[in-house]
């Protein structure tokens, strides 16, 4: 193996040949068009080497003296999960390329071949290999981007992950803000077809009379203004996954154009005949429970359980008030980068409020309601008096739902005779009962202070 001096951002290609005039000639090429060049003349230096040295990708020939390179191929695949590898090969032994390809090779080339189908190939297999990492990357961090820790959120984590693991049709609900899109998104970039497309499709907003063509496309002169062929949503999300959001505002028409290249797996174009095969995975999501609309006649049972084989069904905050504290110290963390100054510090007051109030707008309400706290605080504290009107009343008015009759009624009544300064007639008059009931009334008032 030939040890150059490297530079850091330089693709590295390893050349395997047994003939060193084409090693040489591999090389010069590879290297005239920028890339970092290591050759090997048998299979065995060739591991030798990638021991030592990790590369991007593996040129090799297939028939050499001693060892195979079809040896290496399985070298590579076996230990070297990064390391792309490209088969050249004699006419003799196509179809060894065609078997190397299949156990694992990335693409072969047949001698002879020009010094463009040889950069024209590697290029792309690296370009290739560079997409399929950064999508790797955006998997993790986009997983990542999912806190929380609660029993409930960790059963959902479950989920996705088995979702993930297969192709088959997800239906996610839950409330508004609670991190349906999120999910889908973990169990797209999750699967293998993370590097294929992720399409939103917002159901409510496609008007009837586009229906078609903006799911399946149309070709060119199929109505008027259709002045080219057009790919719809169906096959944007070829190999990939198609997002359906709202499903539960998708009109009959749609859901039945839906079921159908569901149960088919097939679509036609808007004014073609010719019939498509689609390969995406169907993730649903709504913040309606379909089970209703289905009973009520406006969502068809058949598409529901085309759609709900996996179901992920996201808790509503306020069921899951473990997850808030983390996400507070999440979307504070991620706040900090965007501002130029330190970030505040909640009060353990808000932060018991929070962990408290109903959170009708879920997480989405909790981003927003930190984000806008942050961005007008005076200085370095966020306490109760920051917060909202409606949320400081909603703690008051949830606090008072867990007291008792009782209690209630002997603070009202203190507080009637404390405003007319203790004077029992006028007390009973506004309580609209006699000064006996009052007294009485009284007797238990005080013993219930005492007590309490
Ligand atoms: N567990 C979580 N961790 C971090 N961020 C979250 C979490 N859940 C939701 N979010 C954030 O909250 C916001 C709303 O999430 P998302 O859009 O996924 O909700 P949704 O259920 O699709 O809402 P809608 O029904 O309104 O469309 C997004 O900014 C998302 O990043
Ligand atoms: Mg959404």
């Given at each position: 193996?030939?040890?150059?001096?490297?530079?850091q951002?330089?693709?590295k290609?390893?050349?395997?040949d047994?003939s060193?005039?084409?090693?040489?000639v591999?090389?010069?090429?590879?290297e005239?068009?920028?890339?970092?060049?290591?050759?090997?003349?048998?299979?065995?230096q060739?591991?030798?080497?990638?021991?030592?040295?990790?590369?991007?990708?593996?040129?090799?020939?297939?028939?050499?003296?001693?060892?195979?390179?079809?040896?290496?191929?399985?070298?590579?695949?076996?230990?070297?999960k990064?390391?792309?590898i490209m088969?050249?090969?004699g006419?003799?032994?196509?179809?060894?390329?065609?078997?190397?390809?299949?156990?694992g090779?990335?693409?072969?080339l047949?001698?002879?071949?020009?010094?463009?189908e040889?950069?024209?190939?590697?290029?792309?297999l690296?370009?290739?290999q560079?997409?399929?990492k950064?999508v790797e990357?955006?998997?993790?961090?986009?997983?990542?981007n999912?806190?929380?820790?609660?029993?409930a959120?960790q059963r959902?984590?479950?989920?996705?992950?088995k979702?993930?693991?297969?192709?088959?049709?997800?239906?996610?609900?839950?409330?508004?803000?609670?991190?349906?899109?999120?999910?889908a998104?973990?169990i797209?970039?999750g699967?293998?077809?993370?590097?294929?497309?992720?399409?939103?499709?917002?159901?409510?907003?496609?008007?009837?009379?586009?229906?078609e063509?903006e799911?399946?496309?149309?070709?060119k002169?199929?109505?008027?203004?259709?002045q080219?062929s057009?790919?719809?949503?169906f096959?944007?999300a070829?190999?990939g996954?198609l997002?359906l959001?709202?499903i539960?505002?998708?009109?009959?028409?749609?859901?039945?154009?839906?079921?159908?290249?569901?149960?088919?797996?097939?679509i036609?174009m808007v004014?073609s005949?010719r019939?498509?095969?689609?390969?995406?995975?169907?993730?649903?999501?709504?913040?309606?429970?379909?089970?209703?609309?289905?009973?009520k006649?406006?969502f068809?049972?058949?598409?529901?359980?085309?759609?709900?084989?996996?179901?992920?069904?996201?808790?509503?905050?306020?069921?899951?008030?473990?997850?808030?504290?983390?996400l507070?110290?999440?979307?504070?963390?991620?706040m900090?980068?965007e501002?130029?100054r330190?970030?505040p510090?909640?009060?353990?007051?808000?932060?018991?409020?929070?962990?408290?109030?109903?959170?009708?707008?879920?997480?989405?309400?909790?981003e927003?309601?930190?984000q806008r706290?942050?961005?007008?605080?005076?200085?370095?504290?966020?306490?109760?008096?920051?917060l909202?009107?409606?949320?400081?009343?909603?703690?008051?008015?949830q606090q008072?739902?867990?007291?008792?009759?009782?209690?209630?009624?002997?603070?009202?009544?203190n507080?009637?005779?404390?405003?007319?300064k203790?004077?029992?007639?006028?007390?009973?008059q506004?309580?609209?009962?006699?000064?006996?009931?009052?007294?009485?009334?009284m007797?238990?008032?005080?013993?219930?202070?005492?007590?309490?």
């Amino acid at each position: 193996m030939d040890h150059r001096k490297i530079a850091q951002d330089k693709a590295k290609i390893l050349v395997v040949d047994d003939s060193p005039l084409t090693l040489e000639v591999l090389q010069r090429n590879l290297e005239e068009a920028g890339y970092a060049v290591f050759t090997a003349s048998s299979v065995e230096q060739a591991i030798a080497g990638l021991e030592q040295n990790l590369v991007d990708l593996v040129v090799t020939d297939i028939k050499m003296p001693k060892v195979s390179g079809l040896e290496l191929l399985k070298y590579v695949k076996e230990n070297l999960k990064e390391t792309e590898i490209m088969i050249i090969t004699g006419y003799p032994s196509v179809r060894g390329a065609v078997e190397a390809v299949k156990d694992g090779a990335e693409d072969y080339l047949v001698k002879p071949f020009t010094d463009e189908e040889l950069l024209s190939t590697v290029s792309r297999l690296l370009e290739k290999q560079a997409n399929r990492k950064a999508v790797e990357k955006k998997a993790l961090s986009e997983n990542r981007n999912i806190v929380g820790n609660s029993q409930a959120i960790q059963r959902v984590y479950r989920l996705i992950d088995k979702a993930a693991a297969t192709k088959v049709n997800v239906l996610i609900s839950g409330e508004s803000g609670t991190g349906k899109e999120l999910a889908a998104r973990a169990i797209h970039y999750g699967s293998k077809a993370a590097s294929g497309p992720f399409v939103t499709v917002n159901c409510t907003a496609i008007p009837d009379n586009l229906l078609e063509s903006e799911l399946f496309g149309h070709v060119k002169g199929a109505f008027t203004g259709a002045q080219a062929s057009r790919a719809g949503f169906f096959q944007i999300a070829d190999k990939g996954t198609l997002f359906l959001d709202e499903i539960g505002d998708a009109s009959l028409n749609m859901q039945g154009k839906l079921l159908r290249a569901i149960q088919n797996k097939e679509i036609f174009m808007v004014g073609s005949s010719r019939v498509q095969k689609i390969d995406t995975r169907i993730i649903a999501a709504t913040n309606a429970d379909l089970t209703r609309l289905v009973r009520k006649g406006l969502f068809r049972e058949d598409l529901y359980f085309r759609l709900n084989i996996v179901e992920i069904v996201l808790p509503p905050l306020h069921e899951r008030s473990d997850d808030i504290l983390p996400l507070v110290h999440f979307f504070l963390e991620k706040m900090s980068g965007e501002l130029e100054r330190p970030v505040p510090q909640f009060s353990d007051k808000v932060l018991q409020i929070f962990k408290k109030y109903r959170w009708q707008g879920n997480v989405r309400e909790l981003e927003n309601l930190v984000q806008r706290l942050v961005v007008l605080a005076e200085d370095d504290f966020i306490d109760v008096a920051d917060l909202p009107e409606h949320m400081r009343f909603q703690i008051d008015w949830q606090q008072g739902l867990e007291r008792s009759l009782a209690e209630v009624e002997a603070e009202h009544i203190n507080n009637v005779l404390n405003s007319v300064k203790g004077n029992k007639t006028r007390a009973a008059q506004i309580l609209g009962i006699d000064r006996k009931t009052l007294r009485e009334k009284m007797r238990r008032a005080n013993n219930f202070f005492e007590a309490g």
